[in-house]
């Protein structure tokens, strides 16, 4: 079964900061990679995914991933983060032809003003 | 298009009691997952729905089932409640026109049912 691991799992910037959050994943077979986002309130949104192609991976809202197969990782970048950006990431990964995601455990993300 | 609808939106129950969640899908997706989502554990698969037959089952006890209706519509049922089965459940849909897991299918998630077990 796959697994996923997030760190840092609260993570406070200033707005304009630079983003970074890692994503590692445990697999041996192909998978498809996903990050989704929780603003406060509101239900889990697809930021980006990665099935196949070039691995970096560009979202909304100017986020991007990039994902390398030999470090088994799908970290999310955003270069200069807003308030409105505060909210829970979650990377999840599923087996390739396979429906059932496995999520890491999150990053509370807050910038402030 | 009306996205993922859950109902009822909270729930307050007491152990050993039992509770059924309800979830429509986005109209048209034929693929229903249920996830529990805790601040311990995080998001954790549950089991989908395909046709009406579950497809996939996560790592979780009998006392968690459910079942899909002809119309995709899902429930999810939870018998002899306990403390710790109080999360936020969140269902989710994808279209699978195909039915072939091969295609790689985006999930649309609902706001989910907060459940408190008291």
């Known amino acids: 079964a796959q697994s996923v691991s997030q760190h840092n799992h609260h993570v406070i910037l200033s707005e304009a900061a630079s983003l970074e959050l890692g994503c590692n994943y445990s697999?041996?077979?192909?998978?498809?990679l996903f990050w989704y986002v929780q603003y406060p309130g509101q239900h889990l949104q697809l930021l980006l995914k990665?099935?196949?192609?070039?691995?970096l991976v560009k979202g909304i809202k100017g986020f991007e991933a990039e994902f390398i197969k030999s470090k088994f990782s799908f970290n999310l970048r955003k270069p200069s983060v807003q308030w409105s950006d505060t909210a829970e990431y979650f990377c999840?990964?599923?087996?390739?032809?396979?429906?059932?995601?496995?999520f890491g455990k999150g990053n509370q993300v807050v910038v402030i003003p | 298009k009306a996205g993922v609808t859950q109902t009822p939106r909270y729930l307050i129950k007491t152990r050993g009691q039992q509770v059924t969640l309800s979830c429509s899908p986005i109209?048209?997706?034929?693929?229903v997952s249920w996830y529990q989502q805790t601040p311990g554990q995080g998001l954790q698969f549950l089991f989908e729905?395909?046709?009406?037959?579950?497809?996939n089952k996560g790592n979780f006890p009998g006392r968690f089932s459910g079942r899909q209706f002809s119309n995709s519509r899902s429930e999810m049922n939870v018998s002899t409640l306990e403390l710790g089965d109080s999360a936020l459940y969140l269902c989710?849909?994808?279209?699978?026109?195909?039915?072939?897991?091969?295609?790689?299918?985006?999930?649309?998630f609902g706001s989910g049912t907060q459940l408190s077990v008291l």
């Open positions: 989710a849909s994808s279209l699978d026109s195909s039915g072939d897991r091969g295609v790689n299918e985006k999930l649309f």
């Open positions: 697999y041996g077979g192909t998978v498809n």
């Open positions: 990665y099935f196949s192609g070039d691995p």
């Open positions: 999840a990964v599923n087996a390739r032809g396979n429906n059932r995601l496995a």
């Open positions: 109209s048209g997706h034929r693929s």
């Open positions: 729905y395909f046709s009406e037959t579950q497809r």
